[in-house]
C-alpha cells in the first residue's frame, strides 16, 4: 500500500523556518512527482511547491518564491519542504501528495494527485 507521512510542523514566529518531511512507501518514488499544498480553515487547498523526481524540476506559485524550497532524497524516499521567512498567512495545514509522472510532466491541479499524507499543520504568529 502506498503510504506518505508529513512530519515537522509545529508554531513559529514570524520570520522564522519549518522544514517538513514526507516520508513515502509502496511504490517507486523516483518514478514519481510530488507536490506539498496546504488548506488553511476556510480556505482552498493551494499547492506551494512541486517537484518531479524523475528530473529534479520544480514549480512554486509566487505567494512563497524564494521562501520555500522543496527537495528529494531518493535514497532515503523522503520530500522535504524547507520554509524560511514564514508569515501568519503561511498558518495552515500542510499535505504531501503524490502522483505518478507522465510524459507530459506533473499535474498541475489538486485533482491530479492520487496519494494524500494526514497532514502537519503549522503556525505562524
Known amino acids: 500500500d502506498v503510504q506518505l507521512v508529513e512530519s515537522g510542523g509545529g508554531s513559529v514566529q514570524a520570520g522564522g523556518s519549518l522544514r517538513l518531511s514526507c516520508s513515502a512507501s509502496g511504490y517507486t518514488f523516483s518514478d514519481y512527482c510530488m507536490a506539498w499544498f496546504r488548506q488553511a480553515p476556510g480556505k482552498e487547498r493551494e499547492k506551494v511547491a512541486r517537484?518531479?523526481?524523475?528530473?529534479?524540476?520544480?514549480y512554486y506559485p509566487e505567494s512563497v518564491k524564494g521562501r520555500f524550497t522543496i527537495s528529494q532524497d531518493n535514497a532515503k524516499n523522503t520530500e522535504y519542504l524547507q520554509m524560511n521567512s514564514l508569515k501568519p498567512e503561511d498558518t495552515a495545514m500542510y499535505y504531501c501528495?503524490?502522483?505518478?509522472?507522465?510524459?507530459?510532466?506533473?499535474?498541475?491541479?489538486?485533482?491530479?494527485?492520487?496519494?494524500w499524507g494526514q497532514g502537519t499543520q503549522v503556525t505562524v504568529s
Open positions: 501528495a503524490a502522483a505518478r509522472g507522465t510524459y507530459v510532466g506533473c499535474p498541475t491541479v489538486r485533482g491530479g494527485y492520487t496519494y
Open positions: 517537484m518531479d523526481n524523475r528530473y529534479g524540476t520544480t
